[in-house]
Structures are given as C-alpha cells and as structure tokens.
C-alpha cells in the first residue's frame, strides 16, 4: 500500500512515551490559556468511555484542532487519545496547569 508521508505513524507504539506527554503538555496549556479548563475537562470525563470513537472524530474535526498542532502531530494527538490512561493524564495536566 502507498503512503504519502511514511513520517506520520499509525499506531500509537510508534510515538516515543517523552514525545505522547509533550504532546498531551502543549494541549493542556492551550486550554488553559484560553480559559476553556472547565469545558475541557467536562468534555473529557463525559467522553472518556468513547475515548477511541473520541480520538477518531478528531479527523472530522481536523480544521479546528490543527490550530495547535501542525503537520503530523495532529495525527500522533490523536493515537495518543485512544487510550483511557492519555485522556486521565490530559485532566491531570489541564488541572496542573491552572
């Protein structure tokens, strides 16, 4: 099969651990500078049972999530939200950080 950019992984086993966390770190601080700590969080605990359908829809989504994360991050942000422990991690950050 053709892949146009071999760059982007397709699993999430492909993401370095240090690489997930600053990922899951520039999305908490986006959050929180822009004063959305309470619906992010409610949307993230609503969500987390649907955590994999979550991570999927953000493909609907792309025009609005590439506003902070460019290129293939968009891509490993999403793999990174399939599973339950990242989304836990991300309210984690997001309270951390405000």
Known sequence: MFDPNP???HVLEDIPESEQRALLEKAATWIVRRGLTAPAIL???????LNF???QLL???SPFIQVVFKGDEYQKFALIL?????VELLIELIEAHS
């Open 59 to 61: 493909i609907g989504f």
């Open 7 to 9: 760059e982007i992984p």
């Open 82 to 86: 399939e599973r339950d422990e990242n």
């Open 53 to 55: 359908l979550g991570s």
């Open 43 to 49: 949307f993230l605990e609503i969500g987390k049972p």
